[in-house]
């Protein structure tokens, strides 16, 4: 349950610094290169991304962004929806609104024409009414396994729609606040998969973000009472994403750990070794998405949990 052998990914049409989202997304950084260049170059390291997941024989279902209305983030679709084992799709509530637009209808249909069953529809976007936020997989990093969800509260991720989720699922909360310092002030992390990511034997953390002993230590309890080995990154590694993974797995049962290059890059040997101890690396070379996008490679995948009708 923890790992899907199938993943939904976005081909970008209009991608480009998002000025709304960079109000606290501080990994994002302007670039003065033409736009149209920048967009064929993101189409570019999407198109390698894919491939790369496919060599492996992991199933990517690629929707194409719409043109039109103009949507910079749509390569991030992990954000606005999630799926789950029962049927359920999961609607969430978006910080910016430029960011709302990436909700389409459309492309869940195109999942239940794939054969994928969709029992459920829960639209929580109305919490965008009342300035409260919880944006998919990027706020809340889950462990099906143990039924827990992990969150950083931030901007974007707030306690009482978060609590919501918990409740809809059944799954245990552990809430914390983590923090970077940008520009010599302390700052809330906007999104939790940043610094952290859950495997099914495996957890990579940045600790040292999380300032509160107590919730520090919440968080390892919640990490090691499941039997998962932790691995601790450095804040400096997780500005270079290496917070920003995910597990997958293909047809066949294999598990991978996605990460973009940068990330991969940042990693010392014995991480490296425990990581492929239990998984073999993807590592995706990503990094004009990751510089104007402020996101990285698990940013990009959307895990379909849901059944699937035999073809």
Known sequence: MQTSPNILMVRPANFGFNQETAANNFYQQEDERAAEEIRELARQEFDGFVALLKDQGVNVEVVGDTPKPIKTDAVFPNNWFSTHPDGKLILYPMFSPNRRLERRKDLIELLIKKGYQISEILDLSFFENDNQYLEGTGSMVMDHDSKTIFACYSERTHPFPLKYVGELLGYEVVGFKAVQEINGQLSSIYHTNVMMHVGRDLAVVCLDS???????????????????????????????????????????????????QT??????????????????????????????????ARCMMAELFLPKQKS
């Open 210 to 260: 999380i300032p509160k002993a107590s919730e520090k230590q919440g968080v390892q309890k919640a990490l090691t009472k499941t039997g998962k080995k932790v691995i601790p990154i450095t804040q400096k590694q997780k500005f270079s994403f290496a917070g920003n993974m995910l597990e997958v797995s293909n047809d066949g049962g294999e598990k991978f750990t996605v990460m973009s």
């Open 263 to 296: 990330a991969l890059d940042s990693l010392n040997v014995g991480q490296i070794q425990l990581i492929e101890k239990y998984t073999t690396i993807i590592s995706p070379s990503i990094p004009t998405i990751e510089k104007l996008g402020g996101g990285s």
